[in-house]
């Protein structure tokens, strides 16, 4: 049975919505952002008392840290390679992923597309690591979205001057 994919990709969502779409909870969540592991993409005001918006990347973004969290990977350690995922590859949405599985030796991310060797691009060398599929993740938070039948989508926050892509 497959996915409907008929979400709008400028679709944005809470902090608890994101938890719970991402399997996190919502303190973790609140933690990766204070914490600059996993901060929302869009560019809203941010303060006490201000709601944060996550887009679809992010959410694929939060459930790819609760799966290397669960393979004992410390997700402080991977802040950098986190941020630079969403900074360079913002184009994780429901139709679109950068490449087929994520790569980590526990501190770095790298992305891997089907038939291509895993190897530190620097020596040559074989390199370990988790893979974990970016696919699979894409589909569960498109069938959660199906399936949840709440409150309507938050609307687009109004972003405050300029445009930081």
Not at 53 to 70: I, M, P, Q, T, W
Not at 99 to 120: C, F, I, M
Not at 135 to 160: C, F, G, H, K
Request: charged fraction near 25%.
């Amino acid at each position: 049975m497959g996915t409907k994919l008929q979400h709008d990709v400028s679709e944005w969502f809470d902090a608890r919505k994101a938890a719970r779409l991402s399997g996190l909870s919502l303190a973790m969540v609140n933690y990766l952002c204070r914490t600059g592991v996993a901060e929302p993409t869009c560019d809203c005001l941010r303060g006490h008392g201000s709601c944060r918006h996550y887009s679809f990347g992010d959410l694929v973004a939060l459930r790819l840290l609760k799966r290397l969290s669960e393979n004992g990977i410390s997700v402080l350690r991977l802040k950098k390679a986190m941020q630079g995922l969403r900074k360079h590859h913002p184009e994780i949405t429901l139709t679109s992923l950068p490449a087929s599985h994520v790569v980590t030796n526990g501190k770095d991310l790298y992305l891997h597309q089907h038939g291509e060797s895993l190897e530190r691009v620097f020596d040559g060398q074989f390199a370990f690591g988790f893979v974990i599929e970016l696919a699979p993740i894409q589909q569960e938070i498109a069938r959660m979205l199906d399936e949840v039948e709440d409150s309507p989508p938050a609307p687009r926050p109004a972003s405050r001057g300029g445009n930081h892509a």
